[in-house]
């Protein structure tokens, strides 16, 4: 092989090592069937042949007899890519499909689930909008009392003041409505009415979260408890959930019973939070028949004797706070 072949052999494609190994061999078989004298020739026309037959190579090597098998490898990789690519967007198909068959069935089971609660929840929130008692609408309700019974207006205001305030501060005030019995034409029905209207608005202001209100009311004539104790529980409760107590003839109040609205009227720490007190109170029980703070104080402290002088004064301050005098309307 000659010097040339060797070179071609290393720089050129396998394709072309059978050519040039042929070339060389076909050059030393016409070598040695010619004579000694003619060798140099052969020799010369041998290495042209074989350089003859690599150059015809090269120049198949440069021509697309060789560059088709690169370009079909190309082909062949771009295949390759177009289908891994065709793959990932049938997987993410997939995967999206797979995501909608499990949610639209669950969207469809909470639908079920909630079918009937929610309704309900929209029919409560439209019943408890319509059912709220504010302050304007308190206000125009204790306005129209006033002018159907003829209060004065320091009174409504005196009434409106004092509920607006319970209701701010979340603590207790005490309501004494005086009337005298003994007034001619003097109508119990029609002041019982009274009372009861302003107990129902005073109610509905101060729990006007709730639907339904009713005030709680106790009549100390035909009240019967054992002591202190039972009072305070036996209402509490009721209290608590209406917001008005109503406590009728406050001066017939049993003195062994008076330290319980100790508790019922302290403004600092209530018995029940955001509640008011009503007491009406006959001042024909009275001596002098007099309606001012001091008046009563002392009707009361006469009535509660039992109560020791250390807790009367606190006693009287809590349940004597706001004067409500109404003698002159029925």
Known sequence: MSVYSKMLSKS???????????????????????????????????????????????REYNNDEVELPTRSVIYEYQNESNCFRDAQINLSNYIGKICAILIIPIMGILAYCLRDSLPVMQDTNVSTSAHIYDRLKFYND??????????????????????????????TDSFIFLYNSE???????????FINQIASISARYLRNESVSVRHTVIDTVSLKVKDTDEL?????????????????KLEMLPSSLAMALHYYCDVYNPLVKKSAIFFTMD???CPGKMSTH??????????WSTVSNEFIGPLLARVVSVVVDVTYLF
């Open 283 to 285: 001042i024909a029980n």
């Open 294 to 303: 001091s008046d009563i104080e002392k009707c009361l402290k006469r009535k």
């Open 142 to 171: 204790m306005t129209d009392i006033g002018k159907t019974y003829k209060l004065n207006q320091d009174t409504i205001l005196e009434l409106q003041v004092g509920i607006y305030s319970i209701s701010e501060k979340q603590d």
């Open 232 to 248: 305070i529980h036996k209402y509490s409760d009721d209290i608590t959930r209406g917001g008005v107590m109503v406590m009728r």
């Open 183 to 193: 007034k001619q034409n003097f109508n119990s029905n029609a002041f019982n009415e």
């Open 12 to 58: 050129l494609p396998e394709i072309f090592h059978s050519h040039l190994y042929c070339s060389d061999e076909t050059q030393t078989g016409e070598s040695e069937s010619q004579n000694l004298t003619d060798h140099s020739q052969y020799q010369s026309f041998g290495s042209n042949q074989c350089l003859s037959n690599n150059n015809r190579h090269l």
